[in-house]
């Protein structure tokens, strides 16, 4: 019954700014990971940025200092605030979570993407 939602795509110019979130639902005992994947058309699906339990993060070079990631009020939600967006930052992006749903349990869950688009 885990479900992530993602929100905050959009279309934003060059040097502008979004913000995605992503809030996690269910039962569940406890979010190991989160963290945002994107995907642009002809590409892999690429890493972003994660963030652990512990507050660790970890970011792809492309957007190491342009992009922020967190972990939001309860921590059920996980936000990526994005500055200085690029064209070649376009592409859907989904979130991502490693969920421990009991003691000998843990999966991968996805979001079903938001389209971030950069107009030059």
């Known amino acids: 019954q885990v479900q992530l939602v993602e929100s905050g795509g959009g279309l934003v110019q060059a040097g502008g700014s979004l913000r995605l979130s992503c809030v996690v639902s269910?039962?569940?005992?406890?979010?190991?990971?989160m963290g945002w994947y994107r995907q642009a058309p002809g590409k892999r699906r690429e890493l972003v940025a994660l963030?652990?339990?512990?507050?660790?993060?970890n970011y792809s070079d492309s957007v190491k200092g342009r992009f922020t990631i967190s972990r939001d009020n309860a921590e059920n939600t996980v936000s990526l605030q994005m500055n200085s967006l690029q064209p070649e930052d376009t592409a859907v992006y989904y979130c991502?979570?490693?969920?421990?749903?009991?003691?000998?349990?843990?999966?991968?869950?996805w979001g079903q993407g938001t389209q971030v688009t950069v107009s030059s």
């Open positions: 963030i652990t339990s512990d507050g660790s993060t």
């Open positions: 269910g039962l569940y005992l406890s979010i190991n990971r």
């Open positions: 991502h979570a490693l969920i421990r749903g009991s003691p000998k349990m843990e999966n991968d869950y």
